[in-house]
């Protein structure tokens, strides 16, 4: 290469970063935000996502502790990063201009693949409940909240876990996160749907396993779906076909009282009947996708410390009935409102595994707090991940797992903002289904406790596996490899009837 050339090559390197360190500055408001990752213009932030995958925005927070908020200027936008549990709480209450609905409607676009017409419905009215989505969480609020809704779920959830503990009369050695993926993916579907539920025919569960994984991209919208994921495609489309025969024929009308309320809205709302079975077929995520790798947390954080098993333990034999007649009765009201070290150690691997990002669109221009101006266009993050890892926050054992986190402080202590526990959201887009996600994770972690001990196969040790790998389209770390345990039935429990109870119901 001669000298000409490479010195024509570094002078149109040196006025190109010029030109784009320029626009950067010239484009940035002064009342914005400070702009932090800025040495390579519009580029520094996406070197530094991959370079620190889902612990960016907490090194971020680290590296400049004393910003309450800051700007990330990335090609054509800009996202302006919350650390302050202040600025999360003035976010969350600006609902009508900092709005969710863009990322739902995007996500039915990209993921889902909708068309036009349903586009235009979704993102008619986006602030109002006369709109499609705010419309939405109105009708099916009362089908996922606590009361009879929620116990018949919960009902069909117990029938299938027990269905499948009762398989395990002898020691039996399984993987780990395989079976709790295929029971929660199981038990939630059969709940939702009802008799016929298309989750359960094996080509489904086949063609979900190759759309899941690539949501994320989908979401990213950068590569071209038809181009670079083929298969995740024919595994979203041919859901699409089993949804819109579960559609047509109408087996939604024997669902849950959430999915019913789900289609009626998409029908009132005048959803192209060719879509309905999209937006359908997106509940699975909705239901499933962050509640298996939850409930795997749970299970392997009570089973491989001895002093949680044992706090836990104790705390579900009080909520569980043990007739002579060789019935058992577990209520599962007394194991959600009356375990409080097992409820603690739910929320504590929510903290301690949880990686969601709150995002929401800035609508119009808006003064942040009377403070910081976010521009029309942009986007305001939350991180979880940022939040949870936080010791000013949390104290100084943050980096620790302690399942007694959540319990009610005594003698004084501080209590901790309810904001900073980010694992289902916050502000109107807290999660609809938080109540059966709990209800579930916490029902299958107390009758794994109250019918069986748990252990890796072949007398190893626990090993908590690494999360490198996570899919960031979660909001709940994946383990990066499974682990095999052995199942042990209990003595006395192995021949009992079990039966599931509400009090108070």
Same mark, same amino acid.
Not at 386 to 404: C, E, L, M, T
């Given at each position: 290469m001669s000298t000409a050339t490479v010195t024509i090559a570094l002078s149109t390197i040196i006025a190109c970063y010029v030109f784009f360190f320029a626009l950067l500055h010239l484009t940035q408001d002064k009342s914005e935000p400070p702009v932090v990752s800025r040495s390579i213009p519009f580029v520094s932030p996406l070197l530094g996502m991959v370079r620190w995958g889902m612990d960016y925005y907490s090194h971020m927070r680290r590296r400049h502790l004393g910003l309450p908020i800051y700007t990330l200027r990335l090609p054509g936008t800009r996202i302006y990063v919350v650390n302050s549990l202040d600025l999360i709480h003035a976010v969350q209450r600006q609902w009508r201009t900092l709005i969710f609905a863009p990322i739902q409607v995007k996500a039915a676009r990209v993921a889902m693949g909708v068309g036009k017409d349903t586009v235009a419905i979704l993102e008619r009215d986006m602030i109002t409940k006369s709109g499609f989505v705010n419309g939405m969480a109105k009708s099916i609020h009362p089908t996922l909240s606590n009361g009879p809704a929620l116990d018949a779920l919960s009902a069909k959830v117990f029938e299938v876990f027990n269905g499948a503990m009762g398989e395990f009369t002898a020691p039996t050695t399984i993987s780990m996160f395989q079976w709790i993926d295929k029971q929660i993916m199981l038990a939630t579907t059969d709940a939702v749907y009802g008799s016929s539920n298309p989750m359960r025919d094996d080509q489904n569960l086949a063609a979900w396993h190759n759309y899941h994984p690539a949501i994320m991209f989908f979401m990213l919208d950068i590569l071209p779906p038809k181009l670079f994921f083929k298969s995740a495609i024919q595994g979203r489309e041919y859901l699409v076909k089993s949804f819109a025969k579960y559609y047509k024929d109408g087996s939604y009308q024997k669902g849950s009282a959430y999915i019913q309320e789900f289609t009626r809205h998409c029908i009132s709302q005048k959803i192209p009947h060719n879509d309905i079975p999209r937006l359908l077929m997106g509940t699975v995520f909705n239901t499933v996708a962050n509640t298996t790798p939850s409930a795997f947390w749970v299970i392997y954080r009570i089973f491989s410390d001895s002093t949680v098993l044992q706090e836990c333990r104790d705390e579900v034999e009080a #909520?569980?009935?043990?007739?002579? *007649?060789?019935?058992?009765?577990? %209520?599962?009201?007394?194991?959600?409102n009356s375990c409080p070290i097992l409820l603690s150690t739910y929320n504590e691997v929510f903290r301690y595994h949880g990686m969601a990002n709150s995002v929401r669109f800035v609508s119009e221009d808006h003064m942040l707090n009377g403070r910081y101006l976010v521009k029309k266009g942009g986007l305001?993050?939350?991180? #979880?991940?940022?939040?949870?890892? *936080?010791?000013?926050?949390?104290? %100084?054992?943050?980096?620790?797992?302690?399942?007694?986190?959540f319990m009610k402080q005594q003698n004084g202590g501080k209590r901790v903002n309810p904001v900073a526990l980010r694992g289902f959201g916050g502000g109107t887009t807290l999660c609809p289904g938080r109540h059966f996600a709990t209800s579930e994770i916490l029902m299958l972690a107390a009758l794994m406790l109250a019918r069986f001990d748990v252990q890796p196969s072949g007398g190893k040790p626990w090993v908590l596996p690494s999360t490198a790998k996570s899919s960031q389209a979660e909001a709940m770390e994946q383990p990066d490899n499974d682990i095999n345990i052995e199942v042990l039935p209990r003595p006395g429990t192995s021949g009992r009837a079990w039966r599931v109870a509400f009090s108070g119901r």
């Open positions: #909520a569980i009935q043990h007739n002579e *007649n060789g019935t058992s009765t577990i %209520d599962l009201n007394l194991v959600v305001v993050m939350v991180s #979880a991940r940022s939040q949870h890892s *936080n010791p000013a926050i949390w104290g %100084d054992n943050v980096d620790r797992f302690y399942h007694k986190r």
